[in-house]
């Protein structure tokens, strides 16, 4: 059995979770996929709680905690990320549709809607 360490995990609320399967995309790693119709973390070496299924989730049912878990593994990871490369769709500002390719964006949830935002953007929002 592997080691386990204390790290930050995705944490997926099972009776949130309405399976619209959202989370995955964000999920570079594959951590993330829908079983049985319900968003699971399927191998924890693949999940590096970064976080960032957790702004698209409209449920709210994704969090990070910190628990006992194996640590995340870079190797394994690899060859997913790079075939999810070759399928990337740039996400847009919900604001002025700048792309992530252009600038940075960040995830927000704004009136219930879980929607991108550009670093531009973003100070606007936040002092209206």
């Excluded at 999940?47 to 709210?60: E, I």
């Excluded at 905690?65 to 740039?90: G, L």
Aim: with cysteine.
């Amino acid at each position: 059995m592997p080691t386990t360490i204390n790290r930050q995990i995705v944490r997926i609320e099972e009776s949130l979770c309405n399976g619209c399967g959202l989370c995955v995309s964000p999920c570079a790693e594959g951590a993330i996929q829908i079983v049985d119709g319900k968003a699971r973390v399927i191998r924890e070496e693949l999940c590096d709680g970064a976080g960032f299924c957790l702004g698209v989730c409209p449920t709210g049912a994704l969090t990070i905690e910190v628990r006992e878990a194996v640590p995340f593994d870079h190797d394994a990871a690899a060859p997913i990320i790079a075939e999810k490369q070759q399928n990337y769709i740039p996400q847009h500002c919900f604001n002025c549709g700048t792309s992530e390719d252009q600038r940075a964006l960040l995830p927000v949830r704004q009136q219930g809607r879980s929607e991108w935002v550009c670093t531009r953007c973003l100070p606007a929002l936040i002092h209206g």
